[in-house]
C-alpha cells in the first residue's frame, strides 16, 4: 500500500496568514492527489484535485502543487471558516489511502 | 443540485450484518463509479469500496473483502453495501461518495454519512 504521510498533524494560525501543508507519498504517485476539507461533524469535501487543479466553487485562497513523491497544499489568506481538518489521498494504486490530516486552528 | 442521501446504519452485534443505501439525484447516475469511505471514531479516513458505473467491477479494501458487498441499481440511482460478519473494528461513520470517472479516483461528492456501531 502506498503511504501518505502529512505533515504538520496539527497548525495553528491567524487570520490572514498563509498556512502550507505537505503530503508526501511513499512512492511516485505522479500528480494522482486530492485534497479534501472535513469540517467538524461534517462529510468532507473535495477542494483540489490532481495535485493542482481547483475544484468548481472552492475559493481560491486554496492551491496545491507538487508531483511524483512530494505535494503541498497552501492557504493563501486563513479564513475563520478554514478551521477544519485537511486530508490528501493519492489513486495511483490500490488501495486509495489518505494521509492521517492536518487539523487547522486558529491562533 | 448533485445530493447523496444516505440510509442504513445503527446498531449491530459482532458477527452480525447490515446493509446501507446512498440514493443519488442532480447527475447522471449510470456514468460514475461510487465508492464507499469510513472514518473510526476521532480516526482519518479510509477508503472501503468502489463500484463501477455499470457494476460489473468491484473494488475492495483488504480489511473488508470477503465479508463486505458493494452493489448498485442504476434503475433507482442507488448503491448498496452490504457488510456481514461486522467486527468492532467496522464501527465507523460511512460515508458514500460519488467519484469524477469511471475509477475510485476522485471523490467529488459526499453523502452526510451514517454511524454504523459493531458491539454487544
Known amino acids: 500500500d502506498i503511504q501518505m504521510t502529512q505533515s504538520p498533524s496539527s497548525l495553528s494560525a491567524s487570520v490572514g496568514d498563509r498556512v502550507t501543508i505537505t503530503c508526501q507519498a511513499s512512492?511516485?504517485?505522479?500528480?494522482?492527489l486530492n485534497w479534501y476539507q472535513q469540517k467538524p461533524g461534517k462529510a468532507p469535501k473535495l477542494l483540489i484535485y490532481?495535485?493542482?487543479n481547483l475544484e468548481t466553487g472552492v475559493p481560491s485562497r486554496f492551491s496545491g502543487s507538487g508531483s511524483g513523491t512530494d505535494f503541498s497544499f497552501t492557504i493563501s489568506s486563513l479564513q475563520p471558516e478554514d478551521i477544519a481538518t485537511y486530508y490528501c489521498?493519492?489513486?495511483?494504486?490500490?488501495?486509495?489511502?489518505f494521509g492521517q490530516g492536518t487539523k487547522m486552528e486558529i491562533k | 443540485e448533485v445530493q447523496l442521501l444516505q440510509s442504513g446504519g445503527g446498531l449491530v452485534q459482532p458477527g452480525g450484518s447490515l446493509r446501507l443505501s446512498c440514493a443519488a439525484s442532480?447527475?447522471?447516475?449510470?456514468?460514475?463509479?461510487m465508492s464507499w469511505v469510513r472514518q473510526a471514531p476521532g480516526k482519518g479516513l479510509e477508503w472501503v469500496s468502489t463500484?463501477?458505473?455499470?457494476?460489473?467491477?468491484?473494488y475492495y479494501a483488504d480489511s473488508v473483502k470477503g465479508r463486505f458487498t458493494i452493489s448498485r441499481d442504476n434503475s433507482k440511482n442507488t448503491v448498496y453495501l452490504q457488510m456481514n460478519s461486522l467486527r468492532a473494528e467496522d464501527t465507523a461513520v460511512y460515508y458514500c461518495?460519488?467519484?469524477?470517472?469511471?475509477?475510485?479516483?476522485?471523490?467529488?461528492?459526499w453523502g452526510q454519512g451514517t454511524m454504523v456501531t459493531v458491539s454487544s
Open positions: 461518495a460519488k467519484n469524477s470517472g469511471y475509477y475510485p479516483d476522485v471523490f467529488d461528492v
Open positions: 442532480g447527475f447522471t447516475f449510470n456514468r460514475y463509479a
Open positions: 463500484v463501477s458505473p455499470r457494476g460489473t467491477t468491484t
Open positions: 512512492q511516485d504517485i505522479s500528480n494522482y
Open positions: 490532481d495535485a493542482s
Open positions: 489521498q493519492q489513486y495511483d494504486n490500490l488501495p486509495r489511502t
